[in-house]
């Protein structure tokens, strides 16, 4: 875990994305070329022309799970935002490739429904996110090793009985099968 605090001002309203990289993910992830030379890369999008102060979501659950093959696997990131009162925020979920730095794709990403055998109810495996509760399911893992996946926790607000959507977090997180 790395924690970061600084204080910044702005130059004023509008979008910012604040980001972190840092080197060298597992070797031998399985659905991404070469991921011990792959960078791992975060990203915070929030819009100071939201009205009233803003928290950006929280997810409480460990990015790191373990699965079973010939199992479905669940795991929802136990996310959550905080505001103050009169603040009527959303979240919704979203899959989204990993990254390896700002706009740039891991190389050779393959989505872990694609590297399943079967799915454990027959036919195609699946891997999905709920758009609106966060839990992502991937019925079934079919080959042990580790997986990387990501996703974004987007925020809306209403304003005047319309959803703007304000900022996401985005989770990058391992499987272990």
């Known amino acids: 875990r790395v924690l970061f605090r600084s204080r910044h001002t702005y130059a004023g309203v509008g979008s910012y994305l604040i980001s972190y990289v840092e080197p060298n ?32 979501p929280q997810l409480r659950i460990p990015p790191i799970d ?10 929802n990131p136990g996310a959550f935002d905080i505001n103050p009162v ?6 919704s979920y979203e899959l989204v490739v990993p990254f390896r730095d700002r706009g740039t794709p ?5 989505s872990p429904e694609n590297m399943s055998d079967e799915s454990e109810l027959g ?3 699946t891997f999905t996110i709920n758009p609106i509760d966060g839990t992502m399911v991937w ?19 209403n304003t ?9 977090v985005r989770r990058d ?4 099968v």
């Open 139 to 157: 019925d079934a893992p079919s080959r042990p090793g580790e997986y990387n996946v990501a996703f974004n926790v987007v925020e809306w607000r």
């Open 25 to 56: 993910r597992n070797g031998g992830v399985l659905n991404m070329s070469d991921s011990f030379f792959t960078t791992f890369y975060l990203e915070t999008l929030f819009d100071l022309a939201a009205l009233g102060c803003n928290n950006s």
């Open 66 to 75: 373990q699965a079973c093959t010939g199992v479905a696997f669940y795991h």
């Open 106 to 110: 891991v190389n050779g990403y393959i």
């Open 123 to 125: 036919g195609s495996p």
């Open 86 to 91: 009169g603040a009527a925020d959303s979240l």
């Open 173 to 176: 997180m391992q499987i272990i």
């Open 160 to 168: 005047g009985g319309i959803w703007k959507r304000i900022g996401y």
